[in-house]
């Protein structure tokens, strides 16, 4: 269609009470936006939005929750579709946060100071200034994700909960015992980071088999078009045709000597190294289930190792690795609770993508949100 | 061919000083075999053997070396190929030790009692009954790396050594000075043992990503044969077409806050995410080298880990993953040398695919080697 048709003008109604501040969390895979409205009814997210609420927003995601006098509303964009986060700052004139908007994207002036994080802070800083005049105000990732998860933890209710066996119980923290604790952030990679206290923290570890993996290696193995087709398809799958079970190996026995049962995985995707069966034998579905297991599990296994180091008893996993699949949390859960004996326990996070936008957002401290 | 073509008679010269007793390690992917002639000559290994010496033993090893009064001799087979693993006891007549062979893989009587170690001691104990007439004397696979690796260490010159940015240096270490160490075999699935002493070990942790993952993920995502072909696959690939580098992510910058450089993969495979490349412009060459980076890496990072719980410096890497391939030793040498700040150490053994059957085979416990 026409420019104008992909950037419909906005008129905001009531720009004195339905302001609309945003922050960036601009990562490798994936682009996370937080924006506030002023406006407390429950549709502000599509006050003056016009089409673009109606629309079907696939590869996006929009929750809120209610702050003190407004809403933060959090949407998500793949970071190699930059241009669609830049049409929807557009379509809502996000960018004009205290300027006048015109029509047409375009505000009464440029030079807005945006928060924001990740390495796309970096990255594409230029981009942002030419298409939308403004100008990134970088803030460390590690303490974004830190500002973002302790906030949660702190002031939202029915944030944390466990999730064991397919089964999901909130956790309520108090906020006088939430320190120390472990933070696994998944994103295309993984930082673990151990947090103190507020703005206490320090990046302990990490791995680079994260969602990035999962999502690339999936894509390779699949040829599904995008992450949650990847996931829809491990949940019809049996891994046990593609994984060596610690039974494959052992005749049916137990290795029970050192604790591991038949059924353990011995070898993600070692049975498919027999030649004896033809490669199109084994099925997209089974693939993106091992898949799954295989890297959620090793992601919990390495959160576990560090916090052991630290005596750290409290896990708690962001990211959009998770995206609130059961599957997912019930395998880190498990690996966590089995190489501690259940002494440390995993702890999953309602808004676990926005971590780092919702840190950088909180570093305006305009808000008095914290 | 015939019966006949296949299992030669073998007349086994000079029985008095010439036997060849064996022990067994079958893994899930892997058999290996040890085996102890009397013979001293370096020709050994050949010594009877007739055709089947002089052919080629594409997917065996046959390495040896010298012990007080006879020679160990090493061999290699495919788990799933297990008839070419009874074939080759069968043409040496390796199961006639202590008994009169007779001819055509026949022994005079049946029932020697073999030393057998891995998962395929329970799994293939009948097959190996019935086809050869021996039964297995089931030794717990710990206990066997553990023993095998302390003979190598205690026993053998030139056994272990590092492998650092591409340079092997072989390292003598005294007896005394021995324990304890960390052991880490990475057969189809990884075991991971502290070891204090003769016997003394507790398998601390394992990871269900080893050396059949790589060969399994290998095979889907390249369509090699076998696993040395993937290997030499990734000799001419570039992983950073594959991989998502940090300055991928932060617009070619480190995150030096955190001691992440530009050039740190943030995210194994993390590129293929994008949909803009088609899946058949990344290469079977990256997609290997990727994939042994990520393998080989994730290894040497919860080996560190585990180390770094016990406080120890020396960390031993066994198993037939490694296949004395450079790039392997290297990357999971960077990953211990990194996380651990050079304070431990990455080693590699000569006999580093024989640590088990080498365990087994000690057991017998009637050669005087230990
Ligand atoms: C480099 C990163 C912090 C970037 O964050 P991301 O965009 O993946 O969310 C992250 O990918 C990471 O921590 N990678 C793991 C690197 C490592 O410690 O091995
Ligand atoms: C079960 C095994 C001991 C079998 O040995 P293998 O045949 O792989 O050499 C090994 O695959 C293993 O330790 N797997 C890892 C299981 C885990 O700890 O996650």
């Known amino acids: 269609g026409s420019t104008e048709d992909r950037n419909p003008a906005i008129v905001l109604p009531n720009q004195e009470d339905d302001t609309y501040q945003f922050a960036l969390d601009l990562g490798g895979s994936l682009i996370k936006l937080v924006y506030f409205s002023k406006h407390s009814d429950a549709s502000a997210a599509c006050a ?22 407004g809403r933060l509303h959090f949407v998500k964009f793949e970071t190699s579709k930059i241009s669609d986060c830049l049409e929807f700052i557009k379509s809502k004139a996000l960018h004009c946060y205290g300027l006048k908007y015109i029509s047409n994207g375009m505000c009464s002036e440029e030079g807005s100071i945006i928060k924001a994080t990740g390495g796309g802070a970096f990255k594409f800083a230029d981009v942002f200034r030419e298409k939308l005049g403004v100008t990134f105000d970088k803030e460390d990732e590690m303490g974004c994700l830190v500002a973002g998860a302790n906030f949660l933890l702190k002031a939202i209710r029915h944030e944390a909960f466990t999730h064991l066996e397919g ?51 999936g894509r390779l193995l699949t040829k599904c078009r995008n992450f949650d087709e990847i996931l829809d398809l491990s949940q019809k799958g049996d891994n046990s045709a593609v994984d060596m079970l610690v039974g494959d190996i052992y005749g049916g026995l137990d290795y029970s000597k050192i604790g591991l049962s038949a059924s353990t995985i011995a070898s993600s995707f070692g049975k498919v190294i027999s030649d004896e069966k033809d490669l199109s034998g084994y099925t997209r579905e089974d693939i993106a289930l091992s898949l799954l297991r295989m890297i959620s599990y090793n992601i919990g296994q390495i959160a576990y190792l560090n916090a052991l180091r630290y005596g750290l008893k409290r896990i708690f996993f962001g990211g959009f690795f998770i995206r609130g699949h059961a599957y997912t949390m019930d395998t880190m859960s498990f690996a966590i609770s089995f190489w501690s004996k259940g002494e440390a326990q995993a702890m999953f996070l309602r808004h676990e993508g926005f971590l780092g936008a919702l840190g950088a957002f909180l570093s305006y401290d305009k808000h008095g949100l914290t």
């Open 167 to 217: 089964h999901k119980e909130f956790v309520q923290i108090d906020p006088n015992e939430l320190f120390p604790y472990l933070l696994v952030n998944i994103g295309s990679g993984v930082s673990i980071i151990k947090v103190d206290g507020e703005g206490q923290f320090q990046r302990v570890s990490g791995t680079n088999l994260g969602g990035g993996t999962f999502w690339g290696l």
């Open 48 to 69: 003056g939005a016009g089409p673009t609420c109606s629309r079907s927003d696939s590869g996006r995601q929009l929750t809120r929750f209610p702050t003190h006098g």
